[in-house]
């Protein structure tokens, strides 16, 4: 599967999208900025410098901070795709963000969805 076109959209351009998906379901953006900190290791700062400068899906994860240690136990169904059996590693990152977003839109507990 040809990866790049995704790899290569800018994060700030779907980063809306996140927070009204989560918005519709009477979710916040700083819940959706909270999975993304605990995911990624990004701060409040961070985040919005990578996106005030529209750095790609690439860019993004490969300047985060520190990738959660938990992120094996995100499992399930995202887009058709098992997300633990997604082979790139970067794909399987990106899809870790949207299973969460999902989890949270669906009415996840927090405590659940960042797996304590």
């Known amino acids: 599967m040809e990866y790049s076109r995704v790899f290569k959209m800018s994060f700030a351009s779907v980063y809306p999208h996140y927070v009204s998906k989560a918005e519709k379901k009477g979710k ?13 290791g990004y701060d409040k700062v961070a985040l919005e410098k990578q ?46 963000l949207d299973k969460l977003i999902d989890e949270l839109a669906r009415g996840k507990k927090m405590k659940s969805i960042l797996r304590e």
């Open 28 to 40: 916040t953006k700083q819940e959706v900025d909270t999975i993304i900190f605990w995911l990624t």
């Open 51 to 96: 996106i005030t400068n529209r750095v790609d899906f690439e860019t993004f994860f490969a300047e985060a901070p520190a990738m959660h240690p938990n992120t094996n136990k995100i499992k399930g169904l995202i887009c058709g795709y098992r997300v633990e059996d997604i082979e790139n590693k970067l794909m399987q990152q990106i899809r870790y």
